[in-house]
């Protein structure tokens, strides 16, 4: 008779590190910023260096459309996509000129930005 073996629990997402809804705590509004700020005319190097930062912190499917919105709002997998789109949106915030920063300030997920 093989051995008993406990079945495996899966982890809380916002739990496990390799799970894009995972926030390390250093991750705070101001910890990712990519310079030079976005102002229109370097947008291909501006995407390019974001796309770095926000992959690094395993958040780009956030913005890349590959992540979709959990559709139940009592899913509660929804609070943790919440928290990710918001922490992601004020990173986009953070690296974009004032000019462009009041165009997307109102929108509500980093995806329509």
Known sequence: MPPRVAPVVPLEPSSDPSSPYFVHPSDVPSSVKVTPLLTGS???SW???????????????FVDGSFPVPIDQFDPSFR????????VHSWIMNSVSDSIAQSIVFMENAFDV
């Not at 995407?47 to 499917?61: D, F, P, Q, V, Y």
């Open 47 to 61: 995407s390019h260096s974001m796309c770095r930062a926000l992959g690094g912190k395993l958040k780009l499917e």
């Open 42 to 44: 370097n947008y291909h």
């Open 80 to 87: 943790a996509w919440n928290r990710c789109n918001m922490l």
